[in-house]
């Protein structure tokens, strides 16, 4: 949220762009702990990703740049999904609890009701997870991305797996891998 990113928003709100984010391991800004990993890349992997993604979305949400911008959406990649629900909650009480944000208009879980936030779905979560944090947030946030190349991906079986999923299918089945991911990059 630092003033010289401004023109960035303001650009991509002029564009009608999605704001996207892709967390990576070894490379700024880390991770807390990421000196203590000792090259374990079972540790960094499962913490880097998602707290890249938390980080991200709490400044960007608690800086006000979606109430500044309100044509912008923001997206997050390959960084798991689960931990969406408890994120969101912490992010609304942080807000009233310990404040030191902008002056929001909105608070993080009305950006998700908004249908302006968005994250991809990792399968290796399952469906349990899935079922969890559509629950929780609603059906317009999650997306689905194959994570392909990546170890992770069920490529060239992704989609049919997660069409096994009884709770995917219908409209659910449409909004996940089709509308959601229209809506967040404007395609038509």
Known sequence: ????????????????????????????????????????????????HPWGAMRFMAGFLAGGILDRYPGLRLCVLECGFGWLPFWVRRMDEQVSYVGRTAKLKNLPSEQFAAGRV?????????????????QALGEDCLMFGSDYPHYESWFPHSIDKIL????????RAKKLFWDNAARCFKQT
Request: glycine share 2%.
């Open 1 to 48: 949220d630092h003033p010289s990113l401004e023109p960035i928003w303001r650009e991509a709100e002029t564009h009608d762009l999605a704001i996207v984010h892709h967390s990576f391991t070894w490379s700024p800004p880390y991770f807390p702990g990421y000196q203590d990993m000792w090259d374990n890349v079972y540790l960094a992997r499962l913490c880097s």
């Open 118 to 134: 968005f994250c991809n779905i990792e399968a290796h979560e399952h469906e349990p997870m899935f079922n969890m944090v559509t």
């Open 164 to 171: 096994e999923w009884p709770s995917v299918a219908g409209e």
